[in-house]
């Protein structure tokens, strides 16, 4: 079997593979993720994305993924700057927000394919008051994550019901990945949190 490539450079999405015993190489894909329709249906986007990383890699079998946060009909990427986390965690206190990933699997050589899985889970975070938020994101936890949320860290404790596939919200499906390779599998699972 050819050799995995994962077209991310996430140490998240790279430490989901490694503790699943899937040796990959990692490669950083050339996206310009801006110049993506913001506007279309957070799963389309997701999949438009994931697919584009893929390709824009080398490798035989490349598997790239991509997340977005969505809040109340808006997508929530990553924020500029700390007082744009700020901003939006308290939009997200005592509400439902939803997470939406892609796995993209391209395989190159003798017979090409590629496959497309999205993921999507729900996450309740309870009420959150603006001390704790601020005490969060000058941890830094909130920098370069989706929607300003990392609940692998310290913002486990926002989370009060998370419904779906617990590492689709840290960064990466495990139950897609694992399918797309024709690996042994279980359902996805609700994770610590429930």
Do not use: W
């Amino acid at each position: 079997m050819a050799e995995l490539t994962l077209a991310s450079t996430s140490p998240r999405r790279l430490d989901l593979l490694t503790a699943a015993g899937i040796v990959v190489n990692v490669s950083e894909p050339d996206v310009d993720e801006a110049s993506f329709d913001s506007e279309l249906d957070p799963k389309e986007l997701v999949a438009t994305l994931a697919l584009a990383k893929a390709h824009s890699v080398a490798g035989e079998r490349v598997l790239a993924a991509d997340t977005v946060v969505s809040h109340r009909g808006r997508i929530l990427g990553k924020p500029k700057n700390r007082n744009v986390a700020r901003a939006t965690l308290l939009a997200m206190s005592d509400s439902t927000v939803t997470v939406v990933s892609a796995v993209a699997l391209i395989k190159r050589g003798g017979e090409n394919s590629e496959q497309v899985e999205t993921v999507t889970t729900t996450l309740n975070i309870r009420a959150l008051s603006p001390a704790e938020v601020n005490e969060y994101v000058l941890t830094g936890a909130s920098d370069d994550k989706a929607g300003s949320l990392a609940v692998q860290d310290q913002a486990a404790s926002f989370v009060s019901e998370i419904d779906g596939c617990y590492s689709n919200v840290v960064g990466l499906p495990m139950c897609a990945v694992r399918r797309m390779l024709g690996l042994e599998h279980k359902d996805c699972d609700s994770g610590p949190l429930n």
